[in-house]
């Protein structure tokens, strides 16, 4: 705490109290005479604490008035809002994710020309071409592929393939670990089924991927939402306070690196943390790592696997937004429950089709796929900034966001009370779709929130519907507030 | 019962002594003259009923002695036994079946020169040239396919053709009420997690598929087993005993053509009853048809689902022993459950890969895939007249099996105490692969039974495995009946 100057320590109070609402829009913030009395600090100081918040664009000076809480003015320039983490959610309090999800998915089934609800980039992205030899190339090597028993437990070279790519998060397994599963999703089902039962109570990060409220919903299992930093992931503090409070957690679900919807990255010592925090707690620790290959730059972040020694963690991960959004190859690691989730693979859907687990093991092992990444990472990063600008540019005052350090998607808040709901639908009118914040939490908390993809080409079509977007969330903040008043 | 010939009665009446062993091998039969007494008959009556048995071959002739018990002389000549309907076993005497299957599973992973345990047939049977050239042109088709996002709701293609070729066997649906999953297994996983949770009781054929029991263990639910025919399947009486006794019986699962592991096939009034019975005790009736398409000859079997006008029945199929064994490609008709499913699909494993259903679609609305079922079946009949001329051959006396209708497996009854665990092993030293009958059920009922895989051309190899398993078989019996004595 000594290294944080004074000024510093005094405008993160304030900033709090803006935050939580004490202080509003509008409102007028103590004087700096007020300040220098009541903090018992300098001119200096009381000064300096102002320009910081008015830099920030929390404050903005009026002559001979002072300084008044401002409207941002760009939504790029004010981060995403850090959770409040000393307040959980009843996990006794969960409604049903499914009606939502399943009301919007139907929806959105129909042909649209913008779709930002994907969590995968374009086509164009990944490698079909090279896919497509792979494929033929295959079936001229195993002529009878298509008709022959599948081998059992996973086709042998994609183990290995997957076993050698470990290393390079800190992962350091024998191919036999390797249990292949049809994508991530099927690998949570499993790890949940392995460590948990129908009444249990999951952690899981708060906002999270609806894919995952679903399964809990679908394993009759109750998801106890964690409050999540935007920047570095599950709130550590929040989870111990949760395992203080609840003795009944029997899980605890993160994705580490570009949280779905957040895109935060936990930071080394977080993440060791976590790892140490389960591990005494004696509550398994499920890691979906989805996403982490697609953090910016050439070094893939470190697992939370790597951390752990005891089996506690379950790892659990796929080829789908990496590799190929078309096919269905997902793999665990079982840690401890290895046996169990064999079991569980086996008498779920059974053995993987081996074509597409040789495709994908020969690409992942060639230098292509190096190529591929590099790529498609600095791809995504363009596309991201352009994404972001746009954001910047059309949506209304109020909105918030970060620009994550890599993927496919930006996580933005709109101004407060815009329905996301009412936006999906006024934007499907409009033949683009968008994922609604509302599907993100079993509470409604995230309600005027949107996830965008940023996986596609910035095309002119694209900016268009981005603007056509931000109009939109103007119109739905607008309706909103007068419907308030 | 007035159609049934007296002696006819009166002979089913010393069947069953000698069945359940009051009469046994070399016993004396009731003299002709003591069977006049003590039935009251005519002396044509009594020398009828002898004769039949002895054509039978229950009895045989020692002449100026009369009849006697006889050992039967060919095993293919002694019909399987018929289940003792009036017993149940209660379902709270649950073993873990998985223990069983796992440790048989992973000692059958060894290569073995003759895999008799498998339950599909051997990929020559099976167009893996036509496949393949469809696959490369599917690709060329839709050069994207492997890395654009999958269409959702499983494909179109897939769903209509499924849909077209369902007609044939009594079912007329829409495309859209097709559920694609990974092969039969994950239907059935989802039939029985839309209707049921942990700890309710199903009813289940006995013996059934183990991989049947393994899906009802690993979900916590009780299976509760009917005693089946080996030739009209699951009896209606036992399951009507069944639903008087246990008030918690949440669903009935029934394969009602090829019966695995019995081959048996249900009376199409069987099949009526069985619907009419569930319907009336709202007991959700889950279709496992897996085989109808190999039943001997052009007419494939009405399904269940034909009857059902209220939606009770669930229907589950794949095209993994018709068309692939390679593919896992399988569909589900939900019924009254059809939004459950489609919710529990979505969070298990999300949608199929589309390659293969597009393959899978093509082939099965070609005029190549009637021309395939027709050769499929006609060389299927011949390779189990050749496996069960071999069971009669070199299997030792005592040996008890029906030819099925059908299908890729015999079910061999061993003579009474011989171990199925003890054959498995002696046979996997000499490299032949069984299928125990301890894993077809929770209670060790079937312990003295093998599955045999019909499904591989009748080569010298195949000869001499089988006459190598028939001595192991004979040595068994011999050791056991040892130890017994």
New interface residues.
């Given amino acids: 705490m000594q290294t944080i100057p004074l000024y510093r320590q005094l405008a993160d109070h304030y900033l709090n109290a803006i935050r939580c609402g004490t202080l509003k829009v509008g409102d007028r913030m103590p004087s700096v005479r007020k300040l220098m009395q009541v903090h018992g600090v300098s001119l200096s100081t009381s000064l300096q604490l102002c320009r910081h918040l008015e830099t920030e664009g929390w404050l903005e000076a009026r002559p001979r008035s002072g300084y008044f809480v401002r409207q941002p003015r760009r939504a790029r320039l004010i981060p995403a809002q850090e959770p409040t983490v000393g307040k959980l959610i009843d996990p006794a309090q969960f409604v049903g994710i ?1 009606e939502r999800v ?1 009301e919007i ?1 139907s929806q959105g ?1 129909r042909p649209v020309k913008c779709n930002l609800a ?1 969590a ?1 980039g374009g ?1 164009a992205l ?4 090279q ?2 030899s792979l ?2 190339s295959t ?1 001229r090597r195993y ?8 081998s ?2 996973g086709n042998r070279e994609l183990k290995a393939a997957l076993a050698k790519r470990a290393l390079d998060c800190g992962i350091s397994i024998s191919a036999e670990e390797v249990v292949i599963t ?2 991530c ?2 690998a949570l ?1 499993l790890a949940l ?1 392995a460590v948990a ?2 009444g249990d109570v999951i952690a899981v990060e708060s906002p999270t991927f609806y ?1 995952l409220l ?2 809990l ?2 394993l ?1 299992m109750k998801a106890l939402e964690i409050p999540t930093s935007p920047s570095t992931g599950i709130s550590l503090e929040a989870l111990e306070l949760a395992m203080r409070t609840y003795d009944n957690i029997k899980a605890v679900v993160v994705v580490p690196h570009l949280q779905n919807p957040l895109g935060s990255i936990m930071p080394e010592q977080h993440k060791q943390r976590l790892v140490a925090l389960c591990e005494a707690q004696q509550i398994p620790l499920i890691e979906d790592d989805s996403y982490s290959t697609l953090v910016d730059g050439d070094k893939i972040p470190t697992a939370l696997k790597h951390w752990d020694h005891s089996g506690n963690v379950i790892f659990c991960a796929s080829v789908h937004k990496i590799l ?5 190859v997902g793999w665990i690691l079982g840690g401890r429950w290895q ?1 169990r989730v ?3 693979k ?11 687990q040789i ?1 994908a093991a020969t690409f992942i092992l060639s230098s292509a796929y190096d190529r591929h990444l590099r790529k498609l990472r600095s791809t995504l990063a363009q596309q991201r900034e352009r994404t972001a600008e746009a954001i910047a540019t059309y949506f209304p005052e109020g909105t918030r966001m970060n620009t994550p350090a890599g993927g496919v998607s930006i996580w933005v808040e709109m101004p407060p009370n815009t329905s996301s709901k009412a936006v999906f639908d006024a934007a499907l009118e409009q033949s683009i779709l968008v994922s609604p914040g509302l599907l993100y939490s079993n509470s409604n908390r995230f309600d005027h929130f949107l996830r965008i993809n940023c996986g596609m080409p910035y095309t002119q079509d694209l900016d268009d519907a981005m603007r056509t977007l931000g109009r939109i969330i103007q119109h739905k903040s607008h309706l909103k507030q007068h419907i308030a008043a």
């Fill in positions: 499914h399943s998915i089934q994907r995968t086509p990944y490698p079909h071409q896919l497509r494929t033929v079936l002529p009878e592929l298509l008709t022959k028993p599948i059992p437990g049809n994508g999703i099927e089902n089924r039962q129908a894919g679903q399964v919903e679908s009759g190929a959004p078309g096919l269905r046996a064999n079991m569980l086996y008498a779920h859907t059974r053995y993987n089709e081996e074509l597409s495709v």
